[in-house]
Nanobody, 123 residues
Framework: QVQLVESGGGLVQAGGSLRLSCAVS????????TGWFRQAPGKEREFVAA????????QYTDSVAGRFTISRDNAKNTVYLQMNSLKPEDTAVYYC???WGRGSRQPGEYVYWGQGTQVTVSS
């Protein structure tokens, strides 16, 4: 069993930065790949970033590539999403998710989800 708890969301002006954290519990977490997704009001949940293997190569949706970075600290059982140069269109609830083995861009392929953290970017 894996449990995820996100934190770090908030209100920031356009051009600013935030770092989201996802605290992970579970004895075999090191074998899981993690991803970040977001959902804006009235829209479907969309892929943001994921590590394709545990701590391995990452993929990003085009709209955040070069601005966001996913990383993990196994010693702290935490996954991060560093978000720079934020834009109003980045406003959404952000979720971290985990699945055993290889990462994925598809939210339906993730088994474990956090409760989400709100990110609001003002113009």
């Amino acid at each position: 069993q894996v449990q995820l708890v996100e934190s770090g969301g908030g209100l920031v002006q356009a051009g600013g930065s935030l770092r989201l954290s996802c605290a992970v519990s579970g004895r075999t977490w090191s074998t899981y790949a993690t991803g970040w997704f977001r959902q804006a009001p009235g829209k479907e949940r969309e892929f943001v970033a994921a590590e394709m293997w545990t701590g391995g190569n990452a993929q990003y949706t085009d709209s955040v590539a070069g601005r966001f970075t996913i990383s993990r600290d196994n010693a702290k059982n935490t996954v991060y999403l560093q978000m720079n140069s934020l834009k109003p269109e980045d406003t959404a609830v952000y979720y971290c998710a985990a699945r055993w083995g290889r990462g994925s861009r598809q939210p339906g392929e993730y088994v474990y989800w956090g409760q989400g953290t709100q990110v609001t970017v003002s113009s």
